[in-house]
T-cell receptor, first 112, second 114 residues
Framework: GNSVTQMEGPVTLSEEAFLTINCTYT??????LFWYVQYPGEGLQLLLK?????DKGSNKGFEATYRKETTSFHLEKGSVQVSDSAVYFC???????????FGKGTLLTVNP | DTEVTQTPKHLVMGMTNKKSLKCEQH?????MYWYKQKAKKPPELMFV???????INESVPSRFSPECPNSSLLNLHLHALQPEDSALYLC?????????????FGPGTRLLVL
């Protein structure tokens, strides 16, 4: 079946630091890959997505590239802000199963 | 506009109560979902509706009863819940069920069962 393994936190960074959150997946066929962000007390917001190999999703300074050869979709941002503090979920949808399969989530805290 | 709205934001109920959660979207999406999220965990799928028909029930206990009155509305009827059902309940919608379709989530209803 489908599965997502993401870097477990918590991750604590200083403002303007570089962020990487690793995400690898197992799936049959050609899944679509997503990053969602959940701010405290809120629902999930789509951050970015990629639907085929070598696609790069980007939004609000965050980027992730769909790497089929390494089955990865790592999230990066060059300079984090305090307002980026949240939980980040990597997710995939693929095969005959149209469920979203989530990773366990990574809590990011950015200090001023 | 990618907004999914949910009411109420918070709900406290006793184990003998009956209550309902409501979800609404006006994006013309034909698939709608209910998820349950416990603290510090990812969301877990409960139900999927496609074109107002129940497509997936992830073996959810019968004390949770979904309803899709029309293509914009999704309800979750609650009856005789247990304290372990306390969680954040998230509604989501997508254009369809295809692999590349994005699911858009509402802000959730935080439920406490006493």
């Amino acid at each position: 079946g489908n599965s997502v393994t993401q870097m477990e936190g918590p991750v604590t960074l200083s403002e303007e630091a570089f962020l990487t959150i690793n995400c690898t997946y197992t799936a049959t066929g050609y899944p679509s890959l997503f990053w969602y962000v959940q701010y405290p007390g809120e629902g999930l917001q789509l951050l970015l997505k990629a639907t085929k190999a070598d696609d790069k999703g980007s939004n609000k300074g965050f980027e992730a590239t769909y790497r089929k050869e390494t089955t990865s979709f790592h999230l990066e941002k060059g300079s984090v802000q305090v307002s980026d503090s949240a939980v980040y979920f990597c997710a995939l949808k693929g095969g005959s199963n149209y469920k979203l399969t989530f990773g366990k989530g990574t809590l990011l805290t950015v200090n001023p | 506009d990618t907004e999914v709205t949910q009411t109420p934001k918070h709900l406290v109920m006793g184990m003998t109560n009956k209550k309902s959660l409501k979800c609404e979207q006006h994006m013309g999406h034909r698939a709608m979902y209910w998820y349950k999220q416990k603290a510090k965990k990812p969301p877990e799928l409960m139900f999927v509706y496609s074109y107002e028909k129940l497509s997936i029930n992830e073996s959810v206990p019968s004390r949770f009863s979904p309803e899709c009155p029309n293509s914009s509305l999704l309800n979750l009827h609650l009856h005789a819940l247990q304290p372990e059902d306390s969680a954040l309940y998230l509604c989501a919608s997508s254009q369809g069920l295809a692999i590349q379709e994005t699911q858009y989530f509402g802000p959730g209803t935080r439920l406490l069962v006493l």
